[in-house]
């Protein structure tokens, strides 16, 4: 018997002793395989700041296998963001899956306070013009505040849930909120448990017609008399959130991408 034991703890330490570098070796081959997502030229973020949202970037890219980019430059030439964030996919060919593949793309032009976002693939598809719009007004009040670290994560962070979602699906329906849903379950479930325990105790029988003598009841006079109607009209203004999506488009390189631009 003990010398079962003795050879079960030996194996143990042999599989252990082999186990730990594969996880180490692992552990080296992801840090290695993190990708540059982040091109500040226009030097928005400290090193550590740079750091972290690359590694969010890599993160939340992995999940959704495309690759999330952002680009800030000082565009002293003044060339239109559009047409810069169109170069950069070309030229540079980002895609998590190869070369010109998936990418979404945020551009910031520092020199006009504009920016742009492009989705590129399966991004196109699944962050279209209308969801790149939501993630801009998201983020163009932080970036105006010059809170850049915040608006990256944010756009990050939206781009990765958005694409959680079918096309076609508004991701920002108050009823995929987790917390919307855990309330109206419990409202339900409030209303049921009531329903319940009035009905436990027992069903009345006893209604306006059981003591009623129908020999002589009877609808004594009834009038009805139509006095007048009044319609008015009403213009119904239409909101308008102050940005311009921009729409897509197709690179000189022909990658057709959704997108969306405005000003901070």
């Known amino acids: 018997m003990r010398r079962k034991h003795t050879l079960f703890a030996v194996l143990f330490l042999i599989a252990m002793m082999l186990i730990v570098p594969m996880h180490l070796a692992a552990g080296e081959a992801s840090t290695t395989n993190i990708k540059q997502l982040i091109y500040d030229e226009a030097v928005l973020l400290s090193q550590e700041e740079y750091n972290e949202i690359n590694a969010l970037a890599n993160q939340y890219g992995v999940e959704r296998e495309t690759d999330i980019i952002i680009v800030t430059v000082n565009n002293e030439s003044s060339t239109d963001v559009k047409r810069m964030t169109q170069e950069f996919y070309d030229e540079h060919a980002p895609g998590y899956d190869k070369p010109h593949g998936n990418a979404v793309i945020l551009t910031l032009d520092m020199n006009s306070r504009e920016l742009y976002l492009a989705g590129f693939y399966k991004a196109k598809l699944y962050l279209d013009d209308e969801r790149l719009d939501h993630i801009r007004d998201k983020i163009a ?30 991701p920002d329906n108050i009823f995929y909120n987790v917390w919307i849903q855990l309330g109206i379950s419990v409202i339900l479930g409030g209303i049921i448990v009531t329903v319940m325990v009035l009905r436990s105790g027992g069903r009345i029988t006893v209604n306006s017609r059981t003591y009623e003598d129908a020999a002589t009841s009877g609808l004594v006079d009834c009038e009805d008399r139509y006095l007048r109607s009044n319609t008015i009209k009403r213009k119904i203004e239409k909101s308008s959130n102050g940005g311009s999506s921009g729409g897509g488009g197709t690179t000189s390189g022909g990658h057709s991408h959704s997108g969306s631009r405005g000003s901070f």
Request: net charge neutral.
């Open 141 to 170: 009040p932080d970036l105006t505040n010059g809170d850049y670290k915040l608006a990256f994560e944010k756009y990050i962070q939206t781009a990765h849930k958005y694409m959680g979602f079918k096309p076609e699906v508004n």
